[in-house]
Each structure stands twice: as C-alpha cells, then as structure tokens.
C-alpha cells in the first residue's frame, strides 16, 4: 500500500531517484527505489531523519512554529522531505536534472494517503 | 559591508525578516533584523548552523556531493540556507506571507558578493 504510493511519487517525477517512509526514530516502515542508481536509500533515511529530528527540535524551541517541509540541494540530488505525522515523514531524492517543483508537488498530493494508511 | 549586503536581501525580498551571515562554528560574523518582529536572529542562527553543520556531514557520508542549499518551511516562516564557502553560511527568514522564491533568488544573486567579502 505505502510502496504503490511512493512508486507513484518517484516514477510521476521527472529525475525521480526514491522515496522512503520513515520514522523520526530512524526505522524505515517503506520505500520504493527507482532503476539504474546508486544510492543506499535506507542509509540515506536514517541520515536524514536525525536531521528532520534537530529541525523539528530547533523549530519548537525557536517558537517558529511545526516543521512541514525540509529542502536541501546538493552537488548530485535534491532531497526534499514532507512531515507526514508527528511521528513519520516522507522522503524524495530527486536528481539535480530533474524537476524539483513536480517532486514537491507529487509529494505534497500523497501526503494526506500516507497519512490516511498510517492512521 | 556584510550588513550591507544583507540589508538588501532582507528589504529586497517581501516578507523578509532577517539574514545572518554565520560560520558553521555558530560564530555570527554579520546580521539584519528588519522592523516588527519578534525573532532572535542570533538564536535561529546558532540552531540553523547545527542544522546545517548535520546536513553537510550526511552530504560528506552519503557522497550526494556537496552541500549548496537548505530550504526549511515551518508554520511561521521559510527559512532558506545557502552555502558561502567551506567555512560560512547565509541564513534568510521570511514570513509565510512572503515571497520565498523571490529570498531564494536574492541569496543566490547576493552569495557570490559575500564570498568575495569574506575571502
């Protein structure tokens, strides 16, 4: 169920590379990985989700309200990652050729599926 | 001179709160704060830095090549990151009203001045 919905997100974006569904607490429930690529998508997951954990951490403490969406852009990737419930959220790599705003959107879309299947 | 330039980004874009020029060490070497509002730029900047000290380190072990940008939404603002040089950051915050896209450009256009200031 999950896997169909981050296929749908890599495949329906241009440059899509994976998606994975994850715990804050780093343990990956799902993830979909594209062809020809190089990259270790659970490694990735759990690099990121300590990340998304200290944004969240530094967004309550700042005041600045709850965390909704982490971009990064990178020499290779973008990687852009949508909270999905308090506890899980929802990765994307993206190549640098490839279109980041249909990422952002697609994942935007899904969101409320995922979190619907999580519930 | 850096305020300076900051200053511009700050007033340049709509819905710009503040920017701080920071070194990944936490140390604030520059910053503008624009009229009404309630943040402590310097706070945002010591906790982004931590942020943005954790996504380079993942980048490095990953090998998704180097760090160029973070872009951070929360319920109040965007807070978008860009790499200076090996050792400094810039950090803008706009209001969720404003104009990210137009932040985004601005630092992009205003990066290369900062980098020739600081070397």
Known sequence: MFKAILKDIVTGCSGGVGAILMGFDGISIDQY????????????G???SNIA???????????????SEVSIKTERFYIIIQVV??????????????????????????????RIDLE
Chains 1, 2 share one sequence.
């Open 46 to 48: 759990i690099e990121y």
């Open 53 to 67: 954990k200290e944004v969240r951490r530094a967004a309550e403490i700042l005041n600045v309200g709850t965390l």
């Open 33 to 44: 990985l594209g062809e020809d690529n190089s990259v270790d998508l659970n490694l990735v």
């Open 85 to 114: 419930t308090d506890e899980y959220f929802v990765g994307l790599i993206v190549d640098r050729s490839g279109n980041y705003g249909q990422g952002r959107y697609l994942l935007m879309r899904e969101v409320p599926r995922l």
